[in-house]
């Protein structure tokens, strides 16, 4: 079992929808969770990160982590056709440097 | 800063060849990570350093692979000899010291061995 899951989708939304990302993990030691965006051709980039359980929102992005579950949750409001691309949760813990990433989700905004 | 630089940012090559991939990280970052990229696997870490120290390398997927950091502010990814199986995007990524929590990618590099 891989440390953290993610549906691969795709994902297709017309414009405006509320879109729902979601990602599983495995081990209960990550305090750090985070969602990249990465455009095609792009590095992936910081999009938010969360320190333990909890929301975040910044503006029309809201981030959830649940801990007991094991489950966190990027909600993207009113989507534009700019949200198009894949993106990616990841996490880590307290100690050591090393990120644990999901495989991504691809998803297509339509206009 | 211009942000974590890699090079080339296209490399097509013949099976058998070796391949070096070079990344630059942001100035003051003492953590560099190493990752390939595939529709089929997602985003694999390879190998990454803390001051320029290798801490992980179970990613290393043969001894094909290999990385150094000599110094910094500059690493390479060497695959020797290359197979087709290796043809991937490639990037680089480093984070600031202690608990970081972004690591800064660069644009990649994407390899395609023919």
């Known amino acids: 079992q891989k440390e953290v899951e993610q549906d691969p989708g795709p994902l297709s939304v017309p414009e405006g929808a509320i879109v729902s990302l979601n990602c599983t993990y495995s081990n209960s030691a990550f305090q750090y969770f985070m969602w990249y965006r990465q455009y095609s051709r792009k590095g992936p980039e910081l999009l938010m990160y969360t320190y333990s359980s909890g929301n975040k929102e910044d503006g029309r992005f809201t981030a959830q982590v649940d801990k007991s579950s094991k489950y966190i949750s990027l909600f993207i409001r009113d989507s534009q056709p700019s949200d198009s691309a894949t993106y990616l949760c990841a996490m880590r813990g307290n100690t050591g440097n090393q990120f644990y990433f999901g495989t991504g989700t691809s998803l297509t905004v339509i206009p | 800063d211009a942000g974590v630089i890699q090079s080339p940012r296209h490399e097509v090559t013949e099976m058998g060849q070796e391949v070096t991939l070079r990344c630059k990280p942001i100035?003051?970052?003492?953590?560099l990570f190493w990752y390939r990229q595939t529709m089929m696997r997602g985003l694999e870490l390879l190998i990454y350093?803390?001051?320029?120290?290798?801490?992980?390398d179970s990613g290393m997927p043969e001894d094909r692979f290999s990385a150094k950091m000599p110094n910094a502010s500059f690493s390479t990814l060497k695959i020797q000899p290359s197979e087709p199986r290796d043809s991937a995007v490639y990037f680089c990524?480093?984070?600031?010291?202690?608990?970081?929590?972004?690591?800064?990618f660069g644009q990649g590099t994407r390899l395609t061995v023919v």
């Open positions: 350093f803390n001051n320029n120290v290798p801490i992980d």
């Open positions: 990524a480093s984070t600031t010291p202690g608990t970081g929590t972004e690591a800064f």
């Open positions: 100035s003051g970052h003492n953590s």
